[in-house]
């Protein structure tokens, strides 16, 4: 019975281990008006026929590296990123197209916002199942993305489009890389425990001649 007990120990803190082994870790990478007080830039096409001092788009890069990820230690299995803006509050809505690398992720997306912190008009899309997206994120733990607004020109007091992009906000998800089969190879040491444990108990008392 106490070796039944010990084996079945055992075996329990052998599977603790492995869930621990399957424990999700994150990692993070953002930057705007949260980090810096600043948003990371103002988009807004020619005002008047003398203005050139325009801007159509913003291009940054998300770099996870910094958050601690490591391509060679860690396997990414989803992510997403998030955009904020604020309007300058003369007009209703501007458009905006967003790619991350060379994959458009969202076409002619309106948006709005204002800006007290707490009116951003945030979009947030959750790029797990985009696999080339992943597999540049996993490569080297970096992901470029440029923001362009789009020249529709609905602002009629104003006759063009502008628009605050206030903060970039990356957050991916994963697991440690484990060696081939050592999951595989706890469960399996676990469950011959067990097995050893069992069948000790159906094995029968052995007795000793008086």
Do not use: C
Request: hydrophobic share 40%; proline share 3%; net charge negative.
């Amino acid at each position: 019975m106490a070796r039944t007990s010990k084996l079945l120990a055992i075996a329990t803190v052998l599977f603790a281990l492995h869930s621990q082994a399957l424990a999700l870790l994150t990692w993070k990478d953002y930057d705007g008006f949260k980090k810096t007080g600043t948003a990371l830039d103002f988009l807004n096409e020619p005002y008047g026929s003398g203005d050139t001092t325009y801007d159509l788009g913003f291009q940054g890069s998300f770099n996870i590296l910094n958050d601690g990820f490591d391509p060679l230690a860690h396997f990414i299995t989803g992510a997403k990123v998030g955009f904020s803006f604020a309007d300058d509050g003369n007009d209703a809505g501007e458009w905006v197209d967003i790619t991350l690398d060379s994959t458009k992720i969202w076409n002619d997306l309106e948006v709005d916002g204002s800006h007290p912190a707490t009116n951003f008009d945030w979009h947030v899309k959750d790029i797990s199942g985009i696999g080339i997206l992943m597999g540049s994120l996993q490569a080297d733990g970096k992901l470029a993305y440029t923001v362009r607004l789009q020249q529709k020109l609905s602002d009629s007091s104003h006759s063009r489009e502008d628009v605050y992009l206030k903060e970039a906000k990356l957050v991916a998800w994963g697991d440690v890389r484990r060696v081939p089969d050592s999951g595989t190879t706890l469960l399996l040491l676990g469950l011959g425990l067990l097995s050893i444990g069992a069948t000790s108990r159906l094995l029968p008392t052995r007795t000793t001649v008086p």
